[in-house]
């Protein structure tokens, strides 16, 4: 089955370093990828989509400086957590789906299995 | 707007017992229906699917079946077990939703005791 790849699983880091979250589609190609925030207990929040290629479209509320996303090929899409704060402490998952357009509407997301961002 | 509403948890059965979390969804046009599933520190894993009306999804003994009438999308299954442990999360996608990005219920916590 498709197999979404995200890196690192877990990371510790001081307040004001910036972070970088991979997320990789091993085995499909991934048009579109999401990334989202999850706070303990609840459900995913939505931060932003990247079509390959083109800048992401943020949610409202989402920073875009704050929260850089790069999606420069069709496997591979980062998000960075710029001077990143303890409040910026969460649980980060992405996701990614094949086929573009009417044809996408049909595809599920695969997700990673989430890094875990703890900022002292 | 777009919108998914699951019970609330969390929910407590014993082994074996059957299994049902409602989940019922307002949408413009005909959006596709999903369930996910997150085991403890993990993501998500797709569970079951269903494109469009009267389709059932099923998969691992879970089943839901799209109810256009009633707007809904139940998970059911019918014997638990204590691997099932884990937040089920009901979610919608579709054309009339910017890039097909998926709704998401709040969640609902299955707790199976041996």
């Known amino acids: 089955g498709a197999v979404v790849s995200q890196h690192p699983s877990w990371v510790i880091c001081k307040s004001g370093t910036s972070v970088k979250i991979e997320c990789r589609s091993l085995?499909?190609?991934?048009?579109?990828m999401f990334w989202y925030r999850q706070f303990p207990k609840q459900s995913l929040m939505l931060m932003a989509t990247s079509n390959e290629g083109s800048k992401a479209t943020y949610e409202q509320g989402v920073e875009k400086d704050k929260f850089l996303i790069n999606h420069a090929s069709l496997t591979l899409s980062t998000l960075t957590v710029t001077s990143a704060h303890p409040e910026d402490s969460s649980f980060y998952i992405c996701?990614?789906?094949?086929?573009?357009?009417?044809?996408?509407?049909?595809?599920?997301?695969?997700f990673g299995d989430g890094t875990r961002l703890s900022i002292l | 707007g777009n919108s998914v509403t699951q019970m609330e948890g969390p929910v407590t059965l014993s082994e074996e017992a059957f299994l049902t979390i409602n989940c019922t969804y307002t949408a413009t046009g005909y959006p596709s229906l999903f369930w996910y599933v997150q085991y403890p520190g993990e993501g998500l894993q797709l569970l079951l699917k269903?494109?469009?009306?009267?389709d059932k999804g099923s998969n691992k003994g879970f089943e839901a079946t799209y109810r256009k009438e009633t707007t809904s999308f139940h998970l059911e299954k019918g014997s638990v077990q204590v691997s099932d442990s884990a937040v089920y999360f009901c979610?919608?996608?579709?054309?009339?939703?910017?890039?097909?990005?998926?709704?998401f219920g709040s969640g609902t916590r299955l707790l199976v005791r041996p």
């Open positions: 979610a919608l996608s579709g054309a009339r939703i910017s890039s097909y990005k998926l709704i």
């Open positions: 996701s990614a789906r094949g086929g573009a357009g009417a044809l996408g509407s049909n595809q599920p997301q695969h």
């Open positions: 269903a494109t469009k009306a009267d």
């Open positions: 085995d499909f190609q991934a048009t579109t």
